[in-house]
């Protein structure tokens, strides 16, 4: 069964700090999908990747395929940042993380 | 284009009752999905769907069903609600085993 583990469950960061939230994965997954969840409740996906690096705006998403890990991070962070940042993986059905609750304060 | 939609937004169900919670896309996607989402925990797989007539269970089937008589619908069924069942469910679509398109949610509370 495919695992995937998100850190930290918490985060909490001052306006302007750079963020990084880290996921590792189990064997068997042939792409990673980064979520965020706002306060709302819907979900959009930011970013899918099966290796390498990939960035819209002042995110960016990294995966290392080898060590089965990959990162989201946040430059130049702002309070619209703060949502809950899933981490996925999976063929036809995903696999999902207990998500990182991420505050930037003002 | 809608995206994505769900019906209903809210309901409350009493121990034993039916329901079917809806979900459409207008996308084309062919491939749709299932989550819950229960709170503390990750949204996990109830079922999914890679195109009309094919479903296949997820990692937590028991006390659903589904069918995909279309590529726009894909309806869940709760036969004899169970408290266990409360939680927030989401239906997702996807063209391949590419990026989900997620619909606003179902917040479901059985009581």
């Known amino acids: 069964k495919n695992e995937v583990e998100q850190s930290p469950q918490n985060l909490t960061a001052q306006e302007g700090e750079f963020i990084t939230i880290n996921c590792s994965y189990s064997v068997g997954i042939s792409a990673l999908h980064w979520l965020q969840q706002h306060p709302g409740g819907g979900i959009v996906s930011l970013f899918m990747?099966?290796?390498g690096k990939k960035k819209h705006g002042r995110l960016i998403a990294t995966i290392n395929i080898q060590e089965k890990h990959s990162s989201l991070h946040i430059t130049a962070s702002h309070p619209r940042d703060s949502a809950v940042y899933i981490c996925a993986g999976g063929a036809d059905g995903l696999t999902f993380g207990k998500g990182t609750h991420l505050i930037i304060q003002p | 284009n809608a995206g994505v939609t769900q019906t209903p937004k809210f309901r409350i169900l009493k121990i034993g009752q039916s329901m079917t919670l809806q979900c459409a896309q207008d996308m084309n996607h062919n491939y749709m999905y299932w989550y819950r989402q229960d709170p503390g925990m990750g949204l996990k797989l109830i079922y999914y769907s890679v195109g009309a007539g094919i479903t296949d269970k997820g990692e937590v089937p028991n006390g659903y069903n589904v069918s995909r008589s279309t590529t726009e619908d894909f309806p869940l069924r709760l036969e004899l609600a169970a408290p266990s069942q409360t939680s927030v469910y989401f239906c997702?679509?996807?063209?391949?085993?590419?990026?989900?398109?997620f619909g606003p949610g179902t917040r479901l509370t059985v009581t």
């Open positions: 990747l099966s290796s």
């Open positions: 997702a679509s996807s063209p391949a085993t590419y990026e989900q398109y």
